[in-house]
Every structure is written in C-alpha cells, then in structure tokens.
C-alpha cells in the first residue's frame, strides 16, 4: 500500500477539520471518499457524452414501460 503525504494551509486544514466532524471519519477516510467520488463524475460525464454522441447520430429511442417489462 502506497502512502501520500499531503500539506494543507490553514484553511485547507480548517475545512478538513469541519468535513471530518460533519462525516465522522479520518483524514484518510475522508480523502479516500473524495477521490472515489471524483472518479465517479469522470465515469459518469464518460457515458453521458457517450449518449449524447449516441443521440446527435439519431441511433436513441424512446421504449414504453411495457417495451422494458418484457425484456
């Protein structure tokens, strides 16, 4: 497992300390959830750019409750 060092400013360590008593875990906890939670807006503006591609090609279509139910 790799370590990282990281050097807050003051106010940096001041938002830290607020984050840490609002979520009640540790630095590292902390900064683990931020860094998944960043990954997943990359993963997730990936695939809406992937569908908008998808939808300015005219290749998306509306299906009906019923259309998803039967699949």
Known sequence: MGVTSIRFNVKEEKILKI???YYNCDSSSLIKKSLFELYQDI??????EKFEKKEKSGKTK????EEL???
């Open 43 to 48: 993963k997730d503006r990936e695939i809406i």
């Open 69 to 71: 139910v039967h699949k």
């Open 62 to 65: 509306f299906s009906t409750i």
């Open 19 to 21: 984050l840490k008593k």
